[in-house]
C-alpha cells in the first residue's frame, strides 16, 4: 500500500483534490473529518478546549463555535499552539489507527490518502511515502477563502500569512498539483499522477 500525504494551504482546493482521489478508487481520510469528530459534544477533546480557551468558544448548542475559534488562531499564534497541543496527538492516533487498519485487510488498497492541512507542520509526513502538495495564486486562495466561508480580507490574508509558505511546502512535495486554472485541468494532472502511482504499485506486486 502506497500512503500519500496530501496537503496544501487553506484555499488551494485541497480537499477537492482528495475527493477525486477517492473517486479514482484511493482510501481517503480527511484529516478535518477527524478533527470535527474528535470535538464534537461530549468528546473529551472539547471538553480540555474548553478547560484551556473557555466556554465562550461554545455555541449554544454545546458544539464548538468553529469560526470564532479560527478566528483566534490565525491572528494569535500562541492560541494557535495551544489548540494544537490539544488537538495533533489525538488526530494523529486516529490517522495511525486508519493506517494499521488498512494494511491488516486481507487485500489492502493500493493507495491510502492522508488529506491535512498541517501535514507537514504536524510531523505526519513520517507516516506516508509521498506527500503531494496542491497549490493555487494568491488572488485565487483569498477569492475561495471569502466565498466558501464567508470570510473577510483581512482574515483570509492573516490565514494566509500564519501558514506555512507556499514555497516552503512545494520544496519538501513529491509532486504538485497546481488548482490555479479551474479544476478540469487540476483533474488532469491528479488522474495522471495516480495512474503512475498505481501502475508502480501494480508493478512491485507481481
Do not use: C
Not at 468528546?43 to 455555541?59: A, M, S
Not at 507542520?121 to 494568491?138: F, N
Request: cysteine-free; overall charge neutral; charged content about 30%.
Amino acid at each position: 500500500m502506497k500512503v500519500i500525504g496530501l496537503t496544501g494551504n487553506a484555499g488551494t482546493g485541497k480537499t477537492s483534490v482528495a475527493r477525486y482521489l477517492k473517486s479514482l478508487g484511493a482510501e481517503v481520510l480527511e484529516a478535518d473529518a477527524v478533527a470535527k469528530k474528535l470535538t464534537a459534544p461530549g468528546e473529551p477533546l472539547l471538553g480540555k478546549i474548553v478547560e484551556v480557551f473557555g466556554p465562550e468558544y461554545l455555541l449554544p448548542d454545546g458544539s464548538l463555535d468553529r469560526k470564532k475559534m479560527r478566528r483566534l488562531i490565525f491572528t494569535d499564534p500562541n492560541a494557535r499552539r495551544k489548540l494544537e497541543k490539544i488537538t495533533h496527538p489525538a488526530i494523529t492516533a486516529v490517522i495511525e489507527k486508519w493506517l494499521a487498519e488498512l494494511r491488516e485487510r486481507p487485500t489492502p488498497p493500493l493507495v491510502a490518502v492522508i488529506e491535512a492541512a498541517l501535514l507537514l507542520e504536524a510531523g505526519l509526513e513520517r507516516l506516508v511515502d509521498e506527500v503531494w502538495v496542491v497549490i493555487a495564486d494568491p488572488e485565487s486562495v483569498i477569492r475561495r477563502l471569502m466565498a466558501r466561508d464567508g470570510i473577510p480580507p483581512e482574515l483570509a490574508q492573516a490565514m494566509i500569512a500564519a501558514q506555512m509558505p507556499q514555497e516552503e511546502k512545494i520544496q519538501r512535495a513529491n509532486r504538485v498539483i497546481d488548482n490555479s486554472s479551474g479544476f478540469n485541468h487540476t483533474r488532469d494532472q491528479v488522474a495522471y499522477f495516480f495512474r503512475k502511482l498505481v501502475e508502480e504499485q501494480s508493478e512491485k506486486n507481481r
